[in-house]
């Protein structure tokens, strides 16, 4: 009898450490996760000296809110215009870097950046960040009825660049080694029917030694499909 139960004790110790496990796995790696992403986005924005706080959170972590002092206003409209697409597109980056294949274009769209400054809240997506330089911040009881009211879908070069980049990485030997240029040294020609662009990237190939490749992305002309890829 004793032998049976500590048999019977031995077998369910067995089983519990085995859940334990798997259950400190499953926690950590959203903890490890989420402390990953507080990182990159704390490097991405400690230059800018109008942000006092900044938290992530929706789907992907998507969603950056920054807490602005009074350096912000004083900014011109093109100087918070300029720092604000760059703090919106570097939500892109932190998502890429953090979740990389669970990201696809739609993740890249479906992005948001919330200012609070002085108890006023505004909202950018990508309906009213774009290429065109112009300041249009939306409030967010304003965001219901303006997309509603836009039909002005056209990706961005910036969210073009950066799911290329996505698409590339996928294509690679060692993706984690990939290096990128600026959206200065890509070149992106829309056509009626696609959009075609044209790069490099330094990366390790399949010996551990970087080398630099030419590539071209065909992407639907929508920007959300990649047709072709073409690495040299």
Excluded at 77 to 105: A, H, Q
Aim: aromatic share 8%.
């Amino acid at each position: 009898m004793n032998k049976k139960l500590w048999e019977f004790n031995r077998r369910t110790l067995k089983i519990s450490i085995v859940v334990l496990v798997v259950l400190v796995v499953l926690i950590s790696k959203p903890i490890k996760r989420h402390i990953s992403v507080k990182a990159d986005y704390k490097r991405s924005l400690e230059n800018y000296e109008f942000i006092d706080f900044f938290s992530s959170s929706g789907s992907k972590d998507r969603e950056l809110t920054i807490k602005v002092n009074e350096k912000y206003n004083e900014l011109s409209d093109n100087e918070k215009l300029s720092d604000l697409e760059e703090i919106y597109n570097s939500i892109s980056s932190v998502s890429i870097r953090n979740y990389d294949s669970e990201i696809s274009v739609d993740s890249i769209l479906d992005k948001k950046l919330i200012v609070k400054n002085n108890g006023k809240i505004e909202e950018y997506n990508y309906k009213n960040i774009d290429d065109l330089g112009e300041y249009k911040p939306i409030t967010l009881a304003e965001r219901e009825c303006s997309i509603k009211q836009s039909n002005d879908s056209k990706i961005s070069d910036t969210d073009i660049w950066v799911y290329t980049q996505y698409v590339v990485k996928n294509n690679l030997k060692s993706p984690k080694s990939a290096d990128f240029p600026t959206i200065k040294d890509v070149q992106i020609i829309r056509n009626s029917d696609s959009i075609i662009v044209k790069s490099y990237v330094d990366a390790e190939n399949s010996f551990g030694a970087e080398t630099r490749s030419n590539f071209t992305v065909t992407l639907s002309a929508d920007g959300q499909k990649a047709i072709n890829v073409q690495i040299d």
